[in-house]
């Protein structure tokens, strides 16, 4: 089936009541039974809700899995994942990734014993160099955010593999629509469903999709024991957004695409960060494993005073200045004050992620009034 009839249809049959085309939201904690034990399959809304049902159902055809679990965030989908691990496991992570998994995994998790090992995934030998016999699990983020590394997930799933670790790929930036990380040999596939899947920045949501059975059997026992599952309301929207995921994505990408070959000729700007260019660094991998390249870019000013970028960024008027990402309208966000301020400072130079960034999500709007609105901003 082509991605724009999987999306449309994925996980929703008619309501089996009433024939209602759309997913009821099923807004109820419990429900009756009528005998002790004999139920229809759903006891407590905590374990099993339809509105839920019918959206990882969804999460796992639109990203080629067996399985999909709907948590209330994405960084509850982390942290789902990083609770199959034990005291003394080990976990390698990319030094370059969304600021909210970094503070999670330092100030949530490293003090239960768990340990993390940063790394530049961009060069998987660097994963390979970073194995050890207490390794079980390797999480990667491509394309980065903000700066739009991109790490070939099949070397990595091949390094993963052969070290009897997991392998768990936060797709969020891609969207399913520009990549699907199972069908490269990953293990796990997470997202902020609150982004691109969601679409229209009305929802926080996360979800984890994958192959295996007892795996998903260890994640579906800890998403109903830890609890932090979505509201049927909350379900529902993602399940609309889904529907037009493909439409989104495709003006997403022809817009990011426009938006970064201006940036690029500007004469005020010094350098953007968007992996659809030929002479990207990941450029090569980025065209074998993604569909498309998407609407997330960085740039930096040639004055890159952050007094400077911050002029800019307070300075559009159809972007809007705001943390997230992946909605229907342009949002402008600096990074080192807002998304990323809870990296510490010499790791974000470090991994080259200067105070003067300013990354864009590029929504859905004209291009032309998008690119007017930045061109005025840089001034
Ligand atoms: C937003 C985001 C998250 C966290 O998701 P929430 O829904 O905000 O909890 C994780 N990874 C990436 C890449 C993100 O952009």
Known sequence: MKLATKYIHAGTEPDPSTGAIMTPIYQTSTYVQEAP?????????????????????????????????????????????????????????ANDMYG???????????????????????????????????????????????????????????????????????NTFASPYLKNPLDLGADIVMHSATKYLGGHSDVIQGCLVMNDTDLREKLYFIQKSCGAVPGPMDCFLVLRGIKTLHVRMQRHCENGEKMANFLRNHSKVAQVYWCGFTDHPGYIIASKQMRGFGGMMSFTLKDDSVENAKRVLSSTHVFALAESLGGVESLINHPASMTHASIPREERIKNGLSDSLIRLSVGIEDIDDLIADIDQAIG
């Open 37 to 93: 034990g004999v139920n229809k399959g759903f006891e407590y809304a905590r374990s099993q809700n339809p509105t839920r049902k019918a959206l990882e159902e969804a999460y796992a055809q639109i990203e080629n899995g067996k399985f999909g679990l709907a948590f209330s965030s994405g960084v509850a989908a982390t942290d789902a994942v990083i609770k199959l691990l034990a005291p003394g496991d080990e976990v390698i992570a």
């Open 100 to 170: 909210g998994t970094y503070r999670l995994f330092t100030k949530v998790f490293e003090k239960f014993g768990i340990q993390f090992k940063y790394v530049d995934t961009t060069h998987p030998e660097n994963v390979a160099a970073a194995i050890s016999t207490k390794t079980k699990l390797i999480w990667i983020e491509t394309p980065t955010n903000p700066l739009m590394n991109i790490t070939d997930i099949a070397a990595v799933a091949a390094i993963a593999k052969k070290a009897g670790a997991w392998l768990c790929v936060d």
